[in-house]
């Protein structure tokens, strides 16, 4: 569902208009519910009702994204391990369900060449927007090389982009227990996106197009996508990283 736009003076007349144009929304001076804002030259997904829900952004140069950069397992974390990122640098990995693109940014700050798959245009916007800011961190110099954003379905994007080492997967999952829908962006996530019902579908094309691997972050407890079993599975500290290898690293 595309969402409104909040107007505000600070934001760009024209950035705001490549927004709308390229994800679909609505500019407004008046908002109910889930929106987009601008706070602070970045743009924010917040809730008109839910002032202590906290705005939601993509902040790759900020403070978790680059204490985990920087103090983070790096390749002996469970997603680098599980996409051979331990056994390769620059590997070529197109991330069909990118979210807010963490995942994809550890494996970009780790050395692969990641592309992000988003269709939800609340949440793209969100990515493109950090997308910008981020290349204007000295720090990430190398970020406009290794990460771009493609708004569209997974399916589509899976027919349609060129072979690639690695396709990574980690579609919604209903959480098991209430506790987990106190999280901020977990509860925005269930809000906004949905649940990805149709994420079954994404394992054959991507056993198609990934030259090396497909890897799926699931839940500890979630069964297989697609009911198939994968190759090996790498057991990290909250999820598990299904891996179906078509070829070796
Ligand atoms: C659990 S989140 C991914 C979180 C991400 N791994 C991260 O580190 O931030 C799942 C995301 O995948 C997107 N998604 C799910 N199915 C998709 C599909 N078929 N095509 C494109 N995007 C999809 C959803 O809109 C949602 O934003």
Redesign the pocket.
């Given at each position: 569902m595309p969402l409104n736009l909040l107007h505000s003076p600070e934001l760009n007349a024209d950035y705001a208009a490549s927004l709308c144009q390229q994800f679909g929304l609505t500019l407004t001076t008046e908002i109910n519910g889930w929106h987009l804002a601008w706070l602070d030259d970045a743009l924010v997904l917040r809730h008109s009702e839910l002032p202590k829900q906290g705005d939601i952004l993509v902040d790759f140069a900020g403070g978790a994204a680059s204490y985990r950069r920087q103090y983070g397992g790096g390749k002996s974390e469970a997603i680098a391990k599980a996409c051979g990122l331990n056994k390769k640098r620059d590997l070529t990995v197109l991330?069909?369900?990118?979210?807010?693109?963490?995942?994809?940014f550890v494996l970009a700050s780790l050395g692969a060449s990641v592309t992000m798959?988003?269709?939800?245009p609340a949440?793209a916007a969100l990515l493109h927007d950090g997308l910008r800011r981020g290349k204007q961190s000295a720090e990430l110099s190398w970020l406009g090389e290794r990460m771009q954003l493609v708004h569209?379905?997974?399916?589509d994007?899976l027919q349609q982009q060129a072979a690639v080492d690695v396709v990574y997967l980690?579609?919604?999952f209903p959480p098991r227990d209430k506790t987990a829908l106190v999280k901020k962006e977990m509860r925005a996530?269930h809000d906004v996106?949905g649940s990805?019902t149709?994420?079954d579908a994404?394992l054959a094309p991507a056993l198609q197009l990934a030259q090396k691997r497909v890897v799926v972050?699931r839940p500890g407890y979630a069964e297989f996508l697609a009911a198939t079993a994968p190759t090996m599975s790498v057991t990290g500290k909250n999820n598990r990283f299904d891996v179906y290898i078509n070829a070796a690293i």
């Open positions: 991330d069909a369900t990118a979210g807010l693109g963490r995942d994809a798959v988003e269709r939800n949440v569209s379905s997974a399916l994007a980690d579609p919604m996530f996106v990805d149709d994420a994404l972050k």
